[in-house]
């Protein structure tokens, strides 16, 4: 079983640019998790879909954003790129509410750098 | 909001038994307690998840007190590979009427296996 992927592994962009990451979860998983690790630090927790909703976010501004995809992949969004969103960001995804453990399972995730 | 504190570092040798412990004093009634190991660059990977009391599979065991503020990962007889970052996150599952679904990780504790 294939587990969750993230595209792309290394992203580099410039100040005030865009940036737009990328998640496949787990066949038959309905969430996807967001988290923002910036380097030496833990997880941040970023953003929540389920079912393609947001379902919660975390203590980030409004320029980091997302969607769920009808076939439950997901994109993070970060807007106006600022030097301190340098940062690996980790997509995990798990099962539908209610079946079974809400463990989620990470991919690899996303090696942004910010010039 | 449960906010999760562990040691920042420990040391243990070969065939040891290692024990990380988790503090989260405003954990909620819904909320689950879910252990990870991180290596630099990778998506965290899930070890164990447990409510409350003794919890154990193939890898490891977490110990949960009835009150629940604390939690214990326990790893037996570590080797060199166990040398990783270890983060427990709290965060519920499924749906509560509250609304506030935030997924709070620990500082992680990061544990050095000697030979």
């Known amino acids: 079983e294939a587990g969750v992927t993230q595209s792309p592994t290394h992203l580099i962009k410039t100040r005030g640019q865009q940036a737009t990451l990328r998640c496949s979860p787990i066949?038959?998983?309905?969430?996807v998790y967001w988290y923002q690790q910036a380097l030496g630090l833990g997880l941040q927790f970023l953003l929540w879909?389920?079912?393609?909703?947001?379902?919660n976010r975390g203590n980030f501004p409004p320029r980091f954003s997302g969607r769920q995809f009808p076939n439950y992949s997901s994109e993070l969004n970060v807007n106006a790129l600022e030097l301190e969103d340098s940062a690996l960001y980790l997509c995990?995804?798990?099962?539908?509410?209610?079946?079974?453990?809400?463990?989620?399972?990470f991919g690899p995730g996303t090696r942004l750098t910010v010039l | 909001l449960a906010k999760t504190t562990q040691p920042i570092s420990m040391d243990s040798y070969e065939g040891q038994e290692v024990n990380i412990t988790c503090s989260h004093n405003?954990?909620?009634?819904?909320?689950?307690i879910t252990w990870y190991q991180q290596f630099p660059s990778q998506g965290p990977r899930f070890i164990i998840q447990?409510?409350?009391t003794k919890v154990t599979n193939e890898v490891a065991s977490l110990f949960i007190p009835a009150d629940r503020k604390s939690s214990t990962l326990s790893l037996p007889r570590v080797s060199l590979s166990d040398t990783a970052v270890y983060y427990c996150?709290?965060?519920?599952?499924?749906?509560?009427?509250?609304?506030?679904?935030?997924?709070?990780f620990g500082t992680g504790t990061r544990l050095k296996v000697l030979a």
């Open positions: 995990a995804s798990s099962p539908p509410v209610g079946r079974g453990a809400d463990t989620q399972y």
């Open positions: 405003n954990i909620a009634t819904n909320d689950y």
């Open positions: 996150l709290v965060g519920p599952r499924g749906y509560t009427t509250s609304g506030t679904y935030k997924y709070i």
């Open positions: 879909y389920d079912e393609g909703e947001e379902r």
């Open positions: 447990g409510y409350k």
């Open positions: 066949s038959g998983h309905t969430s």
